[in-house]
Structure formats: C-alpha cells, structure tokens
C-alpha cells in the first residue's frame, strides 16, 4: 500500500534561517506531489505541484522554492525565512491529478 | 478565477442528528470535487471523491451530491456520532494536473 511521510511534524525557526522540508511518498511511482500551505485563520492554499523529477510548477510568488530530486521525494525550501512563512505545510500525492492523499503535516513556527 | 465557499462556518449538533455541509464553486468547469476531514492539528484525510460527471458518491454514512451546472455540492453525515467532530474540506479541481482549489472548511462538533 502506498505511503506519505513528511518531517519534521513540528519546527521553530528564527526569521532569516533557511528551511527544508521533506516529503517522500513509499508504495507507488510517478505520482503527481503537492506542497500546500494553510495560514492562521486562511485556509488551504496550493504552493507548488510537480509531474516528475525536475519539473517544478509554482502557484504564487513567495520567498519559497520546491524541488524533486527522485521519483518520490518532493522538497519545500527557504533561504531566509520570513514571519509569514509560519504555517501548517501539507505535503500530498496522487496518482494521476485524480484523489490526493495527503502527509500528517509540519508545523513551521517562525519567531 | 475560482473561488470555492463552505456554509456555514461552523456547526453544532446533538449526537444522532445527520449534518448538511454545504460548498458552492463559481465556475462549473471542473475535474473533479473532493471532500476531505481534518483533525485539529493532523493532515486531511479524503472521504468522497465526486467526477464531474457523477451526480453523488456514497461511503456508509457519507453522501456526497454534486450539482455542477449550479456549482454546488452537498455533504450528508447520517446519524452524526462524536467522533464526527472535525473540520470538513471541500476542494475542485480545475485542471489535469489535479491541483486543489479549497474551500475554508466547516467546523463540525457532535455533542454527546
């Protein structure tokens, strides 16, 4: 069966460190992944899809950057992180622009 | 573009009683409709997938409609028990890339 897992579930970060978060999905291969982003008080907003390795797609403009480096990993980064960065980042796959299914989530704290 | 809205925001009912959760989308042309469920501080978990062509989708207590020339879909929970107490998400796709569009979700709690 297929599998989702992102780490770390929880982070604090100062304003200007850089971030790194991952993603990688088990059980499956040349899924579709999602980086989504829900804001305090907003609700969930797609930041970044990819359709295979390298090939990154973009949502909004931001001050974040995403890669796929294999077939099931899906990376979200910051080189200098901003106070409104802080969220809770959702990490999902599917298998073909159809169901997603998604990780149990990071929460990044930027202070 | 896009929008997607969920009424109401909140909700609170007696055990035993079913939920009605409403999600209404502006523009019709769309893929797919999911509703999801979201634990205080957990991932989403996918309960009905609905295509554009479907007119409802049933998983045991769950019923899901889809009324897409109206742009709206309905969310019925039968006998609504505690441990329904959650946020409910309803998300379009617009393209086939999959990629989500969400509604801001309504805040069940089922009181005992």
């Known amino acids: 069966s297929q599998t989702i897992h992102q780490w770390p579930a929880t982070l604090v970060q100062p304003v200007g460190s850089p971030l790194s978060l991952e993603c990688t999905v088990e059980?499956?291969?040349?899924?579709?992944l999602y980086w989504y982003r829900q804001a305090a008080g907003r609700g969930l907003q797609l930041l970044f899809y990819?359709?295979?390795?390298?090939?990154i797609s973009s949502e909004v403009p931001q001050n974040l950057s995403a890669s796929r480096p294999q077939d099931r990993q899906f990376i979200l980064s910051s080189k200098k992180l901003l106070l409104s960065d802080s969220g809770f980042y959702l990490c999902?796959?599917?298998?073909?622009?159809?169901?997603?299914?998604f990780g149990a989530g990071t929460r990044l704290s930027v202070l | 573009k896009q929008e997607v809205t969920q009424i109401p925001a909140a909700l609170s009912v007696p055990e035993g009683e079913n939920l009605v959760l409403n999600c209404s989308f502006t523009d019709s042309a769309i893929y797919n409709l999911q509703w999801f469920r979201q634990d205080p501080g957990k991932g989403l978990t996918s309960l009905l997938l609905?295509?554009?062509?479907?007119r409802e989708q049933t998983s045991g207590r769950l019923n899901a409609s889809l009324d897409k020339s109206s742009g709206r879909s309905t969310l019925y929970i039968a006998a609504s028990q505690p441990g329904d107490s959650a946020t409910y998400l309803c998300?379009?796709?617009?393209?086939?890339?999959?990629?989500?569009?969400f509604g801001a979700g309504t805040q069940v709690v089922v009181t005992p």
């Open positions: 990819s359709v295979g390795i390298g090939q």
């Open positions: 999902a796959w599917s298998p073909g622009g159809d169901i997603q299914y």
């Open positions: 609905i295509q554009s062509s479907q």
């Open positions: 059980g499956t291969s040349n899924p579709n």
């Open positions: 998300a379009v796709t617009t393209d086939s890339w999959g990629k989500l569009q």
